[in-house]
């Protein structure tokens, strides 16, 4: 029987599916080992395969087909825009992308002013202010610690995600307006969809049926 395969974001989200996944009786040990280097790992039993990737990569994988399902966060799938489905929200991870900045950034985006925009998230920056709020701004895109962009005066304002707020407050910067909301999402290849249908949607099935028992 052919692999299923798997693509897992790397860290945090990683073990969180993986918690998710032993739920519904698919396990796999050897993944929980954090000193591991391993990037592939299979469960014989169930004919599935995981293997870890960075974040943006997920939709990469899972959109060329190297990858029949992925989870990954919507901020990166957003920012991809790859053809895949979208079939799950899991619910973790929650968080929102924001454009935020000092609180005195507010009349700059309020009269469209013509500011800069730092961002590790640069799709979504456009989307947002030239698609929504039909702002010309300029993007500058960063790789992290976004935040200080407008601390050293790189840029006006940042776009990105606020979980806590925490590293917002602890910087004198604040949630200027709300892009989306973010969490943790089942993606699946098109054409795996039809090949794989029938563990695919098993798979689903079962996470669906999980989630709505948490819910209760
Ligand atoms: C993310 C995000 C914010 C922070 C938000 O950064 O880019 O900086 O977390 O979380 P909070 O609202 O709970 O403070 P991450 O830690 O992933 O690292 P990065 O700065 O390298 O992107």
């Not at 396990?27 to 870890?52: A, V």
């Not at 939709?59 to 087909?65: A, F, H, I, M």
């Not at 039809?194 to 563990?199: A, L």
């Amino acid at each position: 029987m052919r692999y299923l395969t798997i693509a897992l974001t790397k860290g945090r989200l990683a073990f969180k599916t993986l918690e998710l996944l032993e739920q519904i009786g698919i396990t796999c040990d050897e993944m929980k080992d954090k000193n591991s280097r391993k990037l592939i790992f299979t469960n014989e039993e169930r004919g599935i395969r995981f293997f870890l990737a960075k974040a943006n990569d997920v939709p990469t994988y899972v959109e060329y087909g190297a990858a029949d399902i992925g989870i990954c966060g919507k901020d990166t799938i957003l920012e991809e825009g790859r053809k895949l489905y979208e079939v799950i929200d899991l619910g973790f991870g929650r968080c929102r992308m924001c454009v935020c900045g000092p609180a005195s950034a507010e009349d700059l985006l309020r009269h469209h002013e013509l500011i800069r925009v730092a961002t590790k998230y640069p799709g979504i920056a456009k989307d947002y202010f030239y698609n929504k709020k039909h702002q010309t701004v300029e993007i500058i895109k960063l790789n992290g610690s976004i935040e200080l962009a407008p601390l050293v005066g790189l840029s006006e304002v940042i776009v990105d995600i606020v979980e806590t707020g925490s590293t917002l407050r602890e910087n004198g910067l604040t949630v200027l307006e709300e892009i989306c909301d973010l969490s943790a999402r089942v993606i699946v290849n098109q054409v795996s969809m039809k090949r794989e249908n029938v563990r695919v949607t098993r798979l689903i099935k079962d996470l669906q049926s999980l989630l709505q028992e948490e819910r209760l």
